[in-house]
């Protein structure tokens, strides 16, 4: 935002950036159609955490679940639009950094096809996963941002897939809402859901971790003669990523590319231009802000492994909000072709809407 420093979560790449000379076209397309800026939020360091517990700033509270964590990377967006405090709030998903605060403080979150929304103004992390996207507590106003920043779509969802592998992976609470939406398409659409398991052949493990290796080795092209010069302060969690990063060879990357390109290809065959699939958008609940980080990295590493589906195909992924029997908060998504974004928003209004009416 023109005027305004972007701290990146780190208050070293605070006092080393420069104040904003220009707004993100995101930014000015969002005010030109009479948004209000309220003010700026708190990220995970450079993006690169999907727990939104800073350990220069603290965590962002989530309305929703107080005991709970909101999620990141954008976790300040998440926090703020939970709460009330915006009608809706921008953010980013690389490795599922809306995607999960949705999923956690029960909002509609968005992850836009890859290359789809100009980046100009966005901190990176890694460019070839990076998107813009935003988060909103009301589906209406949700989609009305979409209207502002999304182009036109002819997508036309004729065939529904659940994606049972990545269902294999989430917690039980997850199973019912995800029923509930399939059910919901299968009326809408007037076509039967089938099953479909993404990683034949391999696992989403390794998915995972083909992005992860693609990922962070662009991650370190980017920051790493930052990091290298300045020695900035990190969170011991983000340290550590930034040491493994730093450590990437050649050879790995060249292999991680090339798995990475065949699943593209592989999930962008099988959606075609005229699917929806359905899956969790979190292995789990939020979890609590004392849990054990050793628990904290066994969900996040099997939430990656859900949300790299999207991330490596470059597709756009809406979260829709429920909640299970206590009433905390989860999330279920719908994953469509490449550019379906704002039908994609369409259709997943229509499941909201037809499940609210019962």
């Not at 208050?11 to 209000?36: F, K, M, Y």
């Not at 941002?145 to 917690?171: E, K, N, T, Y």
Request: aromatic share 6%.
């Amino acid at each position: 935002m023109a005027g305004h420093p972007t701290g990146a979560g780190n208050p070293d790449w605070l006092v080393t950036h420069e104040i904003a000379l220009r707004s993100s076209p995101i930014v000015d397309s969002l005010l030109g159609a009479g948004a209000t800026l309220m003010g700026k939020v708190l990220t995970d360091e450079l993006a690169y955490s999907l727990h939104g517990d800073n350990a220069h700033y603290g965590a962002p509270l989530n309305a929703r679940a107080p005991d709970r964590v909101t999620g990141g990377s954008s976790s300040g967006s998440a926090a703020a639009a939970a709460a009330g405090l915006v009608d809706f709030a921008l953010g980013t998903d690389t490795g599922g950094s809306t995607r999960v605060p949705a999923s956690y403080c029960g909002l509609w979150g968005l992850r836009t096809t890859h290359g789809l929304l100009p980046t100009e103004g966005l901190v990176p992390l890694h460019p070839s996963y990076d998107t813009v996207t935003w988060l909103a507590r009301d589906r209406q106003v949700f989609g009305r941002v979409g209207q502002v920043l999304l182009p036109a779509s002819p997508f036309v969802p004729r065939r529904i897939l659940r994606i049972d592998d990545a269902c294999a992976l989430a917690d039980p609470p997850f199973e019912s809402p995800v029923g509930l939406v399939l059910a919901a398409l299968e009326a809408l659409l007037a076509s039967s859901p089938r099953t479909w398991h993404a990683s034949t052949g391999s696992s989403l493990a390794e998915w995972r971790q083909a992005y992860m290796t693609t990922g962070a080795f662009e991650g370190w092209q980017v920051h790493g003669d930052w990091i290298t010069r300045l020695q900035p302060r990190f969170g011991a969690a983000v340290q550590a990523r930034w040491q493994a990063a730093s450590r990437i060879g050649a050879q790995a990357v060249i292999e991680a590319r090339r798995t990475a390109a065949q699943i593209r290809w592989h999930v962008r065959e099988q959606m075609g231009d005229d699917t929806v699939a359905v899956l969790p958008s979190a292995a789990s609940l939020a979890p609590r802000r004392d849990s054990d980080p050793g628990a904290v990295d066994e969900v996040r590493l099997r939430t990656m492994a859900i949300t790299c589906i999207a991330g490596l195909a470059g597709l756009p992924q809406v979260s829709l909000p429920f909640a299970d029997s206590d009433g905390v908060p989860l999330g279920v998504s719908l994953l469509g072709p490449a550019g379906s974004d704002l039908a994609l928003i369409g259709l997943a209004q229509r499941v909201s809407a037809a499940l609210s009416r019962g």
